[in-house]
């Protein structure tokens, strides 16, 4: 099971929970099986499309997937994914 | 001074429009959008006018119904309000007819367009009852964040790429701050910020305070309108970063348009970057509103490498609703840009301000911008905090004895048959 790190706008689905754990092969069965243990998370990171939403950026380890295979980059049960809001900075 | 009003009341999500109230928040929980200052623009209408706003002082604060604080404002109090020269030398050089620099390079009390942002940032964050803040910082915001918080007594907390220009460290360090130099580049100094924020009860200015922050930029838009005597410039040229300032300028135009301080006259709003981190200039000129995020920005300009701008998608439609451009330049151009600008109008800028220079150039140069009609550079940033971009490429020193034979002979004399020679060629 990989580690994901749940942003502070998405822990009332999480129960509070900051790090929560999830199976799959990839983002795109993580984010799944995400969200059946909490339910309503997918729609939040995901559009329509099941593709991550513009405001979002998920990374795999330190690397942003927009770098990999986006929603299909592959997963690793000891990787650690961090869900992290894209407005902020500058 | 009269007693403020406030006249934002909600924190408004810009991309579905829900609200939120106004506290240390700054994304949307639903679609993660960012949060804005929504405010009462027929209450401010009525509230305000162009001889209310000249009977205050010279400072950003004298629009402040438009900024997102609730009380009078007592930090950063005399920041604002710098020069709008018109730079006529330079005008000439780059063959347009009318042109103006909107010169934060002596914005108080840091020398940056970020003492605006940081202004406000701090305000609101005293309100909402922190004690400590904090920022991800290029190094301008930095030395803001530093300097304010230590006048208004906040502890502080600055994360910064470990590898920035000297003078942006020391511009930190100087004033008792924590600087937390990040291996890393600034993305990364931001996911931390990201990550980090909330957990310790910190007001992080471009983080949980974001909404309140972005909203400083729009003063120098204010004060541009102001000092032309009431109306909106032509064109105007912004560097980008995040791209927030650019959105930002556009929203001020808006604004007093809204409230009827200007008329609504046609503008057009450019954004420039370097080439070696333009993730928004790139997209725009490909015609796209999705930025593809720069993994490794490469280039001298560190204030402006930011590689996945949050602001980007909304400073392309800026720049798409009012016909401006997006432009960028390679880092020989942006010391050509800063050599320039100190030439040709007498103000020294850091590397942000010669990428403006460039940029502007390029796009007088390829017709973007017509050279009969008027334009204003807003240059964000003063040229002592990255002396490193420009070491050793402004020629050198020429020393001689206190005597008055080596100067006549070593300089009066040479530089007489210097000036003999070209006036002989020409």
């Known amino acids: 099971m ?29 984010l799944a099986s995400l969200d059946q243990a909490f339910p309503g998370l997918k729609e939040r990171i995901c559009d329509d499309e099941g593709n991550v939403r513009r405001f979002v950026n998920v990374f795999v380890n330190d690397e942003d997937i927009r770098f990999l295979d986006e929603k299909n980059t592959p997963v690793k049960p000891t990787d650690e994914i961090s869900i992290v809001p894209a407005i902020a900075g500058g | 001074m009269d007693k403020p009003t406030p006249f934002f009341s909600n924190l408004k999500c810009r991309e579905c429009g829900r609200l939120y109230p106004k506290q240390a928040i700054h994304v949307c929980d639903f679609d993660f959008g960012p949060l804005e200052a929504a405010y009462d623009y027929d209450a401010i209408k009525a509230a305000v006018s162009r001889d209310i706003f000249r009977s205050r002082k010279r400072r950003m604060w004298r629009y402040r119904e438009l900024l997102p604080i609730d009380g009078e404002p ?25 042109l103006y620099i909107k010169n934060d390079t002596v914005n108080y009390p840091t020398l940056s367009f970020k003492d605006r942002v940081v202004s406000v940032a701090l305000n609101r964050a005293v309100e909402l009852g922190f004690t400590t ?51 890393g580049a600034y993305d990364q100094v931001n996911r931390l910020c990201s990550e980090i924020a909330g957990k310790y009860g910190w007001g992080f200015v471009n983080v949980n305070l974001r909404p ?26 912004v560097p980008m970063a995040s791209g927030s300032l650019l959105t930002k300028i556009k929203k001020s135009y808006d604004e007093f348009v809204k409230i009827g301080i200007v008329e609504k006259t046609p503008f057009s709003i450019y954004g420039a970057q370097a080439t070696g981190c333009a993730p928004i200039s790139h997209a725009m000129k490909k015609g796209t509103d999705i930025v593809k995020p720069v993994s490794k920005p490469e280039t001298i300009v560190k204030s402006l490498a930011i590689g996945t701008p949050a602001d980007g998608y909304y400073a392309i439609h800026a720049m798409r609703e009012t016909g401006g451009q997006a432009e960028d330049c390679t880092d020989e151009e942006v010391v050509e840009g800063i050599k320039m600008l100190a030439e040709y109008s007498g103000i020294f800028s850091e590397t942000a301000g010669g990428v403006t220079v460039a940029c502007a150039r390029k796009l007088i140069e390829s017709g973007k911008i017509p050279r009969d009609e008027e334009v204003v550079l807003c240059i964000t940033g003063h040229g002592l905090k990255t002396q490193e971009a420009v070491t050793g490429k402004c020629g050198a020193l020429r020393e001689i004895k206190p005597s008055l034979r080596e100067f006549e002979e070593q300089i009066y004399a040479k530089d007489m048959a210097a000036l003999q020679s070209v006036n002989g060629d020409r």
């Open chain 1, 2 to 30: 990989a580690t994901v790190r749940i942003p502070t706008p998405l822990r009332k689905l999480t129960n509070e929970l900051e790090v929560v754990e999830a199976g799959g092969n990839t983002i795109a069965e993580i």
């Open chain 2, 74 to 98: 007592t930090i950063g109090a005399q920041c604002g309000f710098t020069p709008l020269v018109k730079a006529d030398r330079l005008a000439e050089k780059l063959g347009i007819k009318t």
């Open chain 2, 133 to 183: 803040v904090a920022c991800a910082s290029t190094g301008n915001l930095a030395n803001s964040v530093a300097a304010n918080a230590a006048a208004a007594g906040l502890k502080s907390y600055v994360l910064i790429p470990a590898d920035l220009e000297q003078g942006k460290v020391l511009g930190s360090l100087v004033y008792g701050t924590n600087v937390i130099g990040i291996h």
């Open chain 2, 212 to 237: 309140y922050y972005a909203e400083g930029s729009k003063t120098m838009g204010f004060e541009i309108c102001d000092q032309l005597d009431w109306r909106i410039p032509r064109h105007t040229v």
